[in-house]
């Protein structure tokens, strides 16, 4: 592949079997480039084959930002630290939704309607009781956020954007909502209803940890903290989830659908899923009497089948900026409540011998952003099985902003991958009394 100028736009050429295709390269905001080959096939008969799509991009997007070799993130031109240090989780999700911070009355206009969607249909609130006691709220709330198309089925009529604005706010509404029933379901406390006088974080945290009879206050600092922790989730460009989101999206399927489609894809101990596994790995280390280097030589081990969670990033071969803004507040948090929790110190120590290790050193895998979120949401009081879920709460937003930016685009088309075949070619079908065992199943 070679790459020449035509006047001002710049073209790859690709040669196969000694025919030369001109293809276009398309050139980002930051100077990301691109090789067009949406005419590929047709003009050579010849597809692109990437697994895990690591040099794939399937969309142009305004959005989001990130650099991984020199760990920036930015949202919409805003660094993370600055979202982070002055603004609100709900000013994070309009900046992302709508394309740019709202003035006040933006903001006032936002955050009402927000707060006015908040409870959840009582039919819907019954539902609740059919799960086992025992089920992993990430099961629950991907159904429950799916249930919801079959109470607000004008969202089928997608191209409404009246319908659309009022589902995004019913979906940024319900789900923490949602979240909090799922946990209270899970230990058998009564629902807490949402106060509509409290803002976003303060409110779930009250629907998390309040019980009818004693009156609850979320410390302010604490509600900061998971307000700060919910903007660091909020968008991540086109990660495993987030493509879910569009592909599902794509057929045109509700909003809500495609959301929870999403939820399942997070549930992933590779994605959102980390943040649950970090703490059982930390805690496993604990139990095993904190011997951090034998855990750095496991996850150097192929044959083990053991990975350090919370290291390594697809996108971010430099420290994730996330991680350090949540380890800051993680301590601020932790020196504040007096706690010393020994799996941070843990987490210390494995951060600091896998950063002088050649094997992480070599293939650059440093802290990401579920490695030290667990021990804050620890702090926080909620339990391991439901980091995932303030996982899906933060990320909301993003999944939104990315749906809606695919369904206003010109060029939007469902996404439909293709595939090199590799099977068996046409053979005759053989009767049933004629047949031999199927090979993979018989083995061993
Ligand atoms: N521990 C040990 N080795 C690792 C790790 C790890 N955490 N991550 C990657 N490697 C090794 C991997 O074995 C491979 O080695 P080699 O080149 O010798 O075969 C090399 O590093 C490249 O790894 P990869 O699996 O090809 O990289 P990827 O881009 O496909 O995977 C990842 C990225 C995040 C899935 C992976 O780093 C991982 O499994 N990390 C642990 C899980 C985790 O923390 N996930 C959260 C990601 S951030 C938040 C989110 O996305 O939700």
């Known amino acids: 592949m070679q790459e020449s100028t035509q006047g001002e736009s710049k073209t790859a050429q690709l040669i196969i079997d000694g025919t030369t295709y001109e293809l276009p390269i398309v050139v980002g905001s930051e100077n990301e480039r691109g090789i067009d080959i949406r005419n590929l096939r047709s003009a050579t008969g010849c597809i692109t084959l990437d ?29 993370i630290e600055d979202l982070c240090e002055q603004g609100t989780f709900l000013e994070t999700a309009y900046l992302l939704i709508y394309g740019d911070l709202p ?31 025992k089920a992993h709220p990430m099961a629950i709330i991907s159904s429950m956020v799916c249930s919801l198309s079959a109470f607000y089925q004008e969202s089928y009529d997608w191209g409404d954007t009246q319908n659309t604005d009022i589902t995004i706010r019913r979906l940024i509404a319900k789900l923490p909502t ?47 903290a998971l307000d700060q922790l919910l903007i660091l989730h909020a968008d991540h460009e086109q990660n495993c ?3 879910t989101v569009r592909l599902v999206g794509s057929s045109r399927a509700n909003l809500y659908a ?33 011997k951090v280097e034998k855990y750095v030589e496991l996850a150097k081990d192929k044959d083990a089948d053991f990975r350090l969670m919370g290291f390594g990033h697809r996108v971010y071969k430099n420290f994730d900026p996330r991680a350090r803004i949540i380890k800051k507040t993680c301590d601020r948090i932790l020196e504040k409540m007096g706690v010393s929790d020994p799996l941070l110190d843990i987490a210390m120590e494995l951060e600091e011998a896998a950063l002088r290790d050649e094997y992480f050193v070599e293939r650059k ?12 949401y620890r702090a926080l ?3 391991t099985e439901m980091f995932t879920v303030m996982f899906a709460i933060g990320r909301l937003p993003g999944w939104i902003a990315q749906w809606r930016e695919m369904i206003l685009a010109p060029d939007m088309r469902i996404g439909r991958p293709r595939q090199i075949y590799n099977g068996p070619v046409a053979r005759p079908f053989v009767p049933l009394a004629k047949r031999g065992p199927c090979p993979a199943r018989s083995a061993g």
């Open 51 to 79: 697994p895990g799509y690591g040099n794939t991009g399937a969309c142009t997007s305004d959005i989001t930002f990130l650099n991984g070799e020199k760990g920036i993130l930015r949202h919409r031109g805003y660094a």
């Open 241 to 243: 989830s987030t493509s």
């Open 365 to 376: 895998l440093y802290p990401n952003v579920d490695f030290y979120s667990g021990i804050l």
């Open 178 to 224: 949602i979240a909090a029933f799922a946990f209270k379901k899970s230990c058998g406390q009564p629902f807490i209803y949402p106060d509509n006088s409290l803002r976003y974080s303060a409110n779930l945290l009250k629907m998390l940890f309040g019980v009818p009879c004693e009156s609850y206050e979320a410390d302010p600092d604490e509600a900061a």
């Open 103 to 133: 003035d006040e009355t933006q903001n006032e206009e936002f955050v009402t309607d927000i707060t006015r969607h908040t409870l959840i249909h009582e039919n819907l609130r019954h539902v609740f009781q059919g799960f086992p006691l």
């Open 381 to 383: 009081g909620i339990p």
């Open 258 to 290: 495609a959301i929870s489609a999403a939820i399942s894809a997070l549930w992933g101990p590779l994605h959102g899923g980390a943040n649950q596994a970090v703490l059982e790995m930390l805690q496993r280390i604990h139990d095993d009497g904190s």
